[in-house]
Every structure is written in structure tokens, then in C-alpha cells.
């Protein structure tokens, strides 16, 4: 069982940076492959970034592509989010997740409550 608690949510202007963490429980946070999802109002949720239980592999969306930058550190339990360039349209809740993977797949295991982004023109 894993939980998650994100943070680093709030409100920037646009072309602003913010860092959003994800802290989980549990010892075996080092096996699990990591997700950053995105929620905009009346949207669907939406991928993000991925990263590799080691960190070795990350992937992303290609909105965000050049702008956003997924790290973990294993022995924090942590999972980061930093997101640069910020646009109006990057305005969402932000959901971590954990897969029982070492790499990233089409399903995740556990969620996070989400960290509310919102941005400003």
C-alpha cells in the first residue's frame, strides 16, 4: 500500500515556475514507477510526466515537453514536478500516482488527492 501526498500547488503568473512534490509512504517507494497526471475543469485527467523507478527513464507529454522536468529522490520518498514557462493552459489539479511497475504503464495503482495549479495571463 502506497499513499500519496502532494504539494507545491498555487497560484503564478504566467511564464512562472513552481515545484510540486509528491511525498509517499511506505518502504517500497523505490519499485514503484511514478506518474504526474493534470485535471482542468470539464476536461478529462490528462498524462503529464512519468519517471522510472530508478529515475534513468522519464517521459512526457508533449505539451509540456522542454518546460516541465519529473525527478525522484528514493531515498526522500519523493517524487518532483518542476514546471517552468508556465501558460494559462497549464491551469489544473495536479494528481501524483504509483504503479506496482518499474517502469511506467497505462495503469496506475495509487493516486494522490491533487495540488491545485492555477495560472495567470
Known amino acids: 500500500q502506497v499513499q500519496l501526498v502532494e504539494s507545491g500547488g498555487g497560484l503564478v503568473q504566467a511564464g512562472g515556475s513552481l515545484r510540486l512534490s509528491c511525498a509517499a509512504s511506505g518502504r517500497t517507494f523505490s519499485s514503484y514507477a511514478m506518474g504526474w497526471f493534470r485535471q482542468a475543469p470539464g476536461k478529462e485527467r490528462e498524462f503529464v510526466a512519468a519517471i522510472s523507478w530508478s529515475g534513468g527513464s522519464t517521459y512526457y507529454a508533449d505539451s509540456v515537453k522542454g518546460r516541465f522536468t519529473i525527478s525522484r529522490d528514493n531515498a526522500k520518498n519523493t517524487v518532483y514536478l518542476q514546471m517552468n514557462s508556465l501558460k494559462p493552459e497549464d491551469t489544473a489539479v495536479y494528481y501524483c500516482?504509483?504503479?506496482?511497475?518499474?517502469?511506467?504503464?497505462?495503469?496506475?495503482?495509487?493516486w494522490g488527492q491533487g495540488t491545485q495549479v492555477t495560472v495567470s495571463s
Open positions: 500516482a504509483a504503479t506496482d511497475s518499474y517502469y511506467p504503464s497505462r495503469e496506475y495503482d495509487y
